[in-house]
C-alpha cells in the first residue's frame, strides 16, 4: 500500500507544496475542488465564517479507490486561523481505518487558535491522526 494525498488550494499554494510532498514521497495526489467556485471577495465573505464554524462546503465527488492506500495525508490552506471549508468537507470522504497526517498552509504558518480544537475534532470523529503540521507558503525561497 501506499500513501495518498488530498488537497484543497484555493490560489495554488496548497496544491504547489502537495506536489512537492508527493515527490518526495511517491504518493498519489488528489485534487479536492469546491463544487462552486469562489471568488476572492465569497472566499472571505462566507468562507471565513465557515471555516470558524468548522462547516463543510460542497466539493465534487472524487473517484479514490481507498484500498490502495494505507494512510493520508489531507491538505488545506487556513482561513481566518481554521482548516478552510473544503478541508471538513474532504473529511467526510476519506474512511476512519486509515491513517491520517493534517498539512495546513498560511502565509503566517500557524494556527494557534484551533490547532488543538482540530485534533480534539479529528480524533472525536474516530480519525487515527498520525501528526498535524503548519506550514508556511507563499515565502521567497531561502
Not at 501506499?2 to 506536489?19: H, Q
Not at 504518493?27 to 476572492?40: C, H, L, Q
Not at 460542497?58 to 487556513?78: E, F, G, H, Q, R
Request: a positive charge; hydrophobic letters at 45%.
Amino acid at each position: 500500500m501506499k500513501p495518498a494525498i488530498l488537497f484543497y488550494s484555493f490560489r495554488g499554494a496548497t496544491g504547489a507544496e502537495a506536489n512537492r510532498r508527493a515527490a518526495d514521497s511517491g504518493a498519489d495526489v488528489f485534487e479536492v475542488i469546491e463544487a462552486k467556485k469562489r471568488g476572492m471577495f465569497s472566499a472571505f465573505l462566507s468562507g471565513c465564517p465557515q471555516a470558524l464554524g468548522r462547516k463543510a462546503s460542497a466539493i465534487k465527488p472524487l473517484s479514490i479507490d481507498w484500498s490502495l492506500y494505507d494512510s493520508v495525508t489531507l491538505m488545506a490552506p487556513v482561513w481566518a486561523g481554521h482548516p478552510a471549508p473544503a478541508f471538513n468537507a474532504a473529511l467526510e470522504i476519506i474512511p476512519k481505518d486509515k491513517i491520517l497526517h493534517v498539512v495546513l498552509c498560511s502565509g503566517g504558518g500557524e494556527t494557534p487558535n484551533s490547532k488543538e480544537a482540530t485534533i480534539a475534532m479529528l480524533r472525536a470523529q474516530g480519525y487515527a491522526l498520525a501528526s498535524y503540521v503548519d506550514v508556511r507558503t507563499g515565502q521567497p525561497a531561502k
